[in-house]
């Protein structure tokens, strides 16, 4: 024969007890306990020009208000507790309900939201027109061989934000294209030799020092 069983707290009648000592019913579990530690505000960092969202000192391919909330509430989860949130805007004001369910209780916390804004490193420099390395293309006809490096630098962004094309001038004699890194400007040089075969000469440049340590950018001259 089962026993009855009454909360501690209320008095009631319930088909569980829960916490340590089984004592209280659902509800006066929720009243005296909390599913998860989720605190009263939350900040969610992104940046103002690609969007992306800082998680961690990361930034993450996160864009929309959706994604950017499951990121930064995942942390505060809790074994065995869905979350689900709910979010709408009052008086210039964000806010969002986290609701949570664990077996019979649930309960919600509400968390005012607060979006900071500022540039990323990658769009920091891009709009630097930083480069640390530079192709400078040569030869006659070399609109289509242009393409393919605006095409593979595109290629290669999407890949990868630290890989981008900072700037492209169209000189006498040809075009020069300021890269980003050094190991896009290996890719785009490996995929011009494939198609190409042009000669490819190698000069550096110095650019300044850094931590003591003399820092060079790489020219490469592309004659096809």
């Given amino acids: ?79 065995d507790v869905e979350m689900e949130l709910q979010f709408w805007e009052e008086d210039e004001e964000f806010w969002v309900r986290v609701h949570l369910f664990d077996r019979d209780m649930q309960d919600f916390e509400d968390v005012l939201v607060e979006w900071e804004e500022e540039q990323c490193p990658d769009c920091s420099r891009f709009q630097g027109s930083f480069y640390k390395a530079k192709i400078q293309l040569r030869g006659e006809g070399l609109e289509s061989v ?23 001038e169209q000189v006498d004699g040809g075009y020069d294209f300021y890269l980003s890194t050094e190991k896009m400007n290996k890719k785009i040089l490996s995929m ?29 001259s592309v004659r096809v």
């Fill in 146 to 168: 242009s393409d393919d490096i605006m095409d593979k630098a595109a290629e290669l962004t999407n890949r990868n934000r630290s890989d981008f094309l900072s700037n492209l």
């Fill in 1 to 79: 024969m089962e026993l009855s069983k009454f909360c501690a707290r209320c008095g009631e009648e319930t088909e569980e007890l829960y916490g340590q000592e089984k004592k209280y019913c659902p509800e006066c579990y929720t009243d005296v306990n909390d599913l998860a530690d989720i605190p009263r505000k939350v900040e969610i960092e992104t940046c103002s020009v690609c969007g992306r969202m800082r998680k961690k000192g990361e930034w993450i391919e996160a864009y929309s208000i959706e994604d950017q909330l499951a990121e930064a509430f995942a942390e505060f989860s809790e074994n």
């Fill in 192 to 220: 011009l030799r494939s198609k190409y075969a042009p000669d490819i000469e190698r000069s550096y440049e110095l650019v300044g020092e850094e931590d003591g340590q003399k820092v060079y950018r790489n020219i490469v």
